[in-house]
């Protein structure tokens, strides 16, 4: 056995001795290893042609079905397979040896280990019966047990579903049963290194299978093929079963070499490939079984996009560890908005051959780490020096708490809305693509995120805008001759538009009524302030104008009573905050601060003590100027000062 050294002190190293692998070091997955090494919570199932359950290596990281009883011939747990303790083998065998497939043979058996018993020389020296092993191994062999490798989780439960035999053939019908098993029993992630080639008009019931796990929130991610074609041609399964689709269902993977080449028998094109990954002179282990002429534990040399694979689906399961409440569509959004993208490329022919680049490991991990649980306080301020997330406590106007948070740095619109009666936050960050929005609930714990692809600067409100008693999400984009108003699901499914007037310079979106059913839209025309009163198919109702230009608009909700609207005034103005009506009087004005100021502060209403009424907070862009915390009335209730470099989020 090769014994390697650690690349790095500075990473976190396992004390196997072959855990230093080109691959690993290229996807910075020992960097990732310094913040979480993966959870035995999380479930991987490995549809393929079975892994050597109890190879020294992995049979700690195994997954058992504890509800079934081994070997009673009970089917215990009503799922359909008998004694199925340690997964399934769908291969159909003649266990009886009467020449005969009958029905139970034909649904397979218990043991899908794959047998190694009197096979030929040759067969071993393709050792085409280890493909399961080596996929396994790079997934999830037990890290810093000072044996062999280590995987990418050093603790996960590996499900061991096997579809094909020893030559990697077989019924591939088989595939949807594995999938629909892998999701009914737990799995989290599924990895496929396989390629069908011939669907066998199966592609119908494939795609249902691969929807069905993505409804569930499963993450897939599958093997390009190493066939050198391009998969707009020559569509491959199940890598291309989302190709059609307006989800992505399933991440496809091609290969790269160790100078991030594309190796010369990965398939590319289509809709199909979304990431890269090292698929060359690969390390892991083998089937093991020294009665069988099968001494060796471990192998090398191993090429092809089945093992480029793995690789993205150890990195989805270190990510599911963080975060267990995270899904398909969110594991996604974490591994593909987190890769090294080589700059100066054609991007669309870039995009055929990587996806969206080649995968991150430490980045992906340090995207989902950041949403972990951070605080449930509502207001804060980010040192832009030290990224540091300061809470405050309104009560004593006390520091109460630092945390690392870089989404929250890099936050350039904080929204909050209310569901089932608990405040919802919306970070928004400006990507390459356009807008990020990453939802939190009232605890900061991470709900999920998705890309608007709009470069547009943008106002956006929640609201059940059809009375179906579900939540979407109302964008209006800040832009001239914009007339329309972009309906969303909260997973961002693009659902309808709203149809506005092109006279007016659209700019701010609100909920005009108590009762959630008319909206509020802040426009400009001929230099004036334009109030729009709209309902939700976006008929106008009422038009109010305002004969002066405002910097910001934000709204004071008072317990059902008639909404008052509250502008700021511009940055080169004396900071007066003025309060309307909803038919266009002024009610009252103040200083948010000195009358000699002049810049841009920021302003947010929030119910700040739940009593059902609103507070305002005023933010000034000058660091040595106070946080100020005002009654709706416009009296001053806290101030907070601070001497730090500073931008201000509420949240």
């Known amino acids: 056995m090769i014994l390697f050294l650690p690349i790095t002190v500075l990473a976190k190293m396992p004390n196997d001795p072959g855990a230093n692998q080109w691959s690993f070091e290229h996807i910075k997955a020992y960097e990732a290893w310094d913040k979480f090494t993966g959870s035995k919570k999380v479930v991987v199932a490995i549809i393929d042609n079975g892994f050597d359950m109890f190879h020294p290596d992995l049979r700690d990281n195994l997954w058992e079905n504890t509800k079934e009883i081994n070997n009673n011939g009970i089917d215990d747990d009503n799922n359909g397979y008998t004694d199925d303790i340690w997964g399934w083998n769908f291969v159909p065998e003649d266990t009886n040896n009467n020449g005969i497939l009958d029905d139970s043979e034909m649904l397979g058996n218990n043991d899908p280990r794959p047998k190694v018993d009197n096979i030929g020389d040759e067969e071993k020296v393709g050792n085409i019966f280890s493909h399961g092993t080596v996929v396994a191994g790079l997934i999830g062999a037990k890290g810093n047990n000072k044996l062999g490798i280590a995987g990418l989780n050093w603790q996960v439960r590996l499900m061991n579903l096997k579809i094909a035999n020893n030559e990697g053939t077989g019924d591939y019908a088989n595939v949807a049963r594995a999938i629909r098993y892998a999701v009914d029993n737990g799995a989290d992630i599924i990895n496929f290194s396989i390629v ?59 290969a790269v070499t160790e100078k991030h080449y594309l190796t010369n028998f990965s398939n590319v094109g289509g809709n199909c490939i979304d990431i890269a990954a090292p698929g060359i002179n690969i390390t892991s282990t083998v089937r093991f079984s020294p009665t069988n002429g099968l001494e060796k534990m471990y192998g090398g040399n191993w090429h092809g ?289 000195d009358t000699n100021y002049r810049g841009n502060i920021k302003i947010y209403n929030l119910d700040m003590n739940n009593d059902g009424k609103d507070e305002l907070v005023t933010v000034a862009e000058k660091f040595d100027l106070p946080w100020r915390l005002w009654s709706g009335e416009g009296r001053k209730l806290k101030e907070f000062n601070t001497q730090i470099s500073s931008q201000a989020v509420v949240y």
């Open 196 to 254: 069908i080639l011939d669907h066998q008009n199966n592609e119908a019931e494939l795609k249902e299978a691969v929807k069905y796990a993505y409804d569930k929130g499963v993450a897939m991610f599958a093997a390009s093929g190493n066939e050198s074609i391009v998969l707009s041609n020559f569509q491959r399964f199940p890598i291309c079963a989302d190709a059609t689709s307006t989800e992505q269902q399933i991440i496809g993977v091609s």
């Open 305 to 593: 996009t089945s093992f480029a694979a793995p690789l993205v689906s150890g990195v989805a399961a270190l990510i599911k560890g963080i975060m267990p409440e995270w899904g398909a569509k969110e594991i996604y959004q974490a591994i593909t908005s987190t890769v090294h993208h080589t700059p100066g490329q054609n991007e669309d022919v870039y995009k055929l051959i990587f996806g969206a680049g080649l995968l991150q490991a430490n980045k992906a991990v340090d995207y989902a780490w950041q949403f972990r649980k951070i605080n449930n306080s509502k207001i804060g301020m980010v040192d832009s020096a030290l990224g540091n997330l300061q809470t405050i406590d309104w009560q004593s106007a006390t520091v109460t708490n630092t945390v690392y948070s870089s989404t929250l740095l890099k936050a350039d619109k904080i929204f909050s809305f209310s569901q089932n009666g608990l405040n919802n936050f919306i970070v928004v960050s400006k990507q390459q693509v356009g807008w990020q929005l990453n939802f939190y609930n009232q605890d900061w714990g991470y709900i999920n995120s998705w890309i608007w692809d709009n470069n547009t600067d943008f106002s956006l409100v929640v609201v059940d805008y059809n009375d179906d008693k579900k939540l979407e999400i109302l964008i209006l984009p800040k832009q001239k001759n914009n007339n329309k108003i972009f309906v969303y699901s909260l997973w961002g499914n693009e659902l309808n538009t709203i149809a506005l007037d092109l006279e007016v310079e659209y700019k701010d979106i609100f909920v005009a009524s108590f009762d959630d059913s008319e909206l509020l839209l802040r426009g400009v025309k001929n230099k004036e302030t334009i109030v729009e009163n709209r309902k939700m198919n976006g008929e106008l109702s009422k038009t109010i104008n305002i004969p002066k230009l405002f910097s910001q608009m934000a709204i004071l909700n008072n317990l059902g009573e008639e909404k008052q609207i509250v502008f700021l005034a511009l940055n080169t103005e004396e900071p007066f905050v003025y309060v309307y009506n909803l038919d266009g009087e002024l009610l009252r004005s103040f200083w948010a601060y």
